[in-house]
Structure formats: C-alpha cells, structure tokens
C-alpha cells in the first residue's frame, strides 16, 4: 500500500508493479474510473496479484498523502486492516540524511511488535524522525490491533528518485514474493488522458461504493 510522499518512493514502485505484472482490479476509492489494461481502476486501486497471493492498493496519480485526511487515512487502514491478511507492507521514502553513517542497508524498516515477533525484521528507523498519511495510520492501528505491519522506506535525495524505487522494488520482491520481469528502468502509468476529462464515449462514473473484494477469500491472501 502507498500515496505520495518524499522521493514518491511508494508510488513510483507500486506504478511499476501494476505496469509490468499480471493483476487484477477488485476494489476501487474516488469519485471517477476508468479502463486500463483490462481492468477498471479509479483514484486510489486496489489489485489482485494471484501468483503470490498479494494485494496492491495504489493512487493511480501522483497524490501527496497530505491531500487526503486524517480521517480518510484512519477509515482505509481500519477497513484494510479488518481483512485480517498476512501481513501488511506500506512502502514511502526518507531523506538519505536521517541515514546512520555506520548503516549499510538502503532501507529502513519499521515494523510493528507482532511483524518482528512473526517475520524477524527489527527496526531500523531512527528515534525523532515523523510519519504521516498510511504509514502513520498503519503503524498506529497495526500496533493497537496486534496485526503484522511493517514499514519499508528507502532512501532517497530527491523530491522524485527513480534509483530508490528500483531498489525498493529489490525488497518487495524478497519480502512479498512478487516475482518482477523488468527492475532496471522504471514503467511509470502515462495519465495524461485524464486531463482531458476522458469523456469521450460518455460521462466519467460514479464512485464504486460496494466492497469489490466478495469474490476473494481476503484470508488466503498475504
């Protein structure tokens, strides 16, 4: 799961996945959709990665994740969270001067107790350093629902940072098992159609308000 935020690290990575695996869209937030690849998708998505049993939840645009709420944040994760799935993955960026100098890794983790208790991963995400959007509310609910969460951040120089997506996508690929054909150049999703409106064969549609996912057994999932 991701929005935008520093380096655009979550949803440069997450576009890529969509872009280069076989998925399927099963649930959708916004107020307009439309069709790409065979598949329905809106504002926010999510899909249906059958080969390793994920689910990817993604804006479709660059949106920062403080244009959203507070409140809309804390409703998505509690839902989310309700679908008791294996584990749960958010993925985001931070400055590459918050890194340890004695550190080695790229990344950061930030799991939740019961992610550490269960998968092993400890944190690694430095004392007085702030979080927002679904990383926050994530971890947060994650931790007072005993669910595994744990936060992947890379780290990154720039506003957008191709190079920490591409490294990022490395650790998706150990950690979910989402096996990814292309990791040397980045497949970003070309929405530059919706700035016309996409009204050419009719009206853009309402939000859908029903669950999408009533066809998959949430349980069996990571």
């Known amino acids: 799961m991701t929005g935008k935020g520093f380096g655009n690290i979550g949803y440069l990575t997450l576009s890529h996945i969509i872009e280069t695996t076989s998925v399927k869209s099963f649930s959708f937030w916004g107020n307009h959709s439309w069709y790409y690849r065979e598949n329905l998708e809106s504002t926010l998505t999510a899909y249906i990665h059958e080969e390793s049993k994920s689910i990817i939840i993604t804006t479709r645009l660059p949106i920062f994740v403080s244009a959203m709420t507070n409140q809309f944040?804390?409703?998505?994760?509690?839902?989310?969270?309700?679908?008791?799935?294996?584990?749960?993955?958010?993925?985001?960026?931070?400055?590459?001067?918050?890194?340890?100098?004695?550190?080695?890794?790229?990344?950061?983790?930030?799991?939740?107790?019961?992610?550490?208790?269960?998968?092993?991963?400890?944190?690694?995400?430095?004392?007085?350093l702030t979080m927002i959007g679904p990383l926050s509310s994530l971890l947060m609910l994650g931790t007072s629902m005993k669910k595994p969460v744990m936060g992947l951040l890379a780290y990154c120089n720039l506003e957008e940072d191709p190079d920490a997506s591409l490294y990022a996508l490395e650790k998706i690929e150990q950690i979910a098992g989402i096996k990814i054909p292309d990791k040397k150049e980045l497949k970003l999703f070309d929405f530059t159609f919706l700035s016309t409106g996409g009204t050419q064969n009719g009206d853009l549609r309402e939000e859908d308000d029903s669950d999408g996912y009533d066809n998959y057994d949430i349980d069996d999932l990571l």
């Open 73 to 128: 944040w804390t409703g998505l994760v509690s839902d989310i969270l309700e679908w008791n799935c294996r584990r749960y993955i958010v993925i985001g960026g931070l400055k590459e001067e918050t890194r340890l100098p004695q550190s080695t890794d790229w990344a950061a983790f930030v799991p939740t107790t019961e992610w550490t208790e269960q998968f092993g991963h400890k944190r690694s995400f430095a004392d007085k």
